[in-house]
């Protein structure tokens, strides 16, 4: 498994002082980790998510915030509705919060001790 565990904090320092560049970065690796870490290997790669996100002006990336949202429950093993909050988040222009979330959910599956 290539995951690697973030900081919250320096991700969104970087996506600032780089005005979004890393922010771009940061939603890809999110995109790939997550569906790594669920075995979905049919799913659309990070790259794809940004240039859909692009050419549809963000509309795609409500979307894919919702099935993270969903992805991220599973790993969680939690019966919420995580995608509907990373989904209003989004829509709000807070999707970084999301991202902030979908870290914290790597970051936890990685310190989990593995059945």
């Not at 870490?37 to 919702?66: K, M, P, R």
């Not at 709000?92 to 902030?100: A, D, K, R, T």
């Amino acid at each position: 498994m290539n995951i690697q565990k973030r900081s919250i904090a320096t991700s969104i320092i970087l996506t600032i002082v780089t005005c979004g560049i890393y922010g771009i970065y940061w939603m890809i690796k999110l995109n790939d980790e997550i569906n790594e870490i669920v075995g979905d290997t049919q799913a659309t790669s990070g790259g794809i998510v940004f240039l859909l996100s692009l050419v549809t002006c963000g509309i795609y990336e409500w979307y894919w915030l919702y099935k993270m949202g969903e992805k991220c429950d599973d790993i969680k093993r939690a019966n919420s509705s995580s995608a509907i909050v990373y989904l209003i988040l989004g829509i709000f222009g807070l999707g970084i919060v999301s991202y902030c979330l979908m870290q914290d959910t790597i970051n936890k599956a990685l310190d989990a001790p593995v059945a």
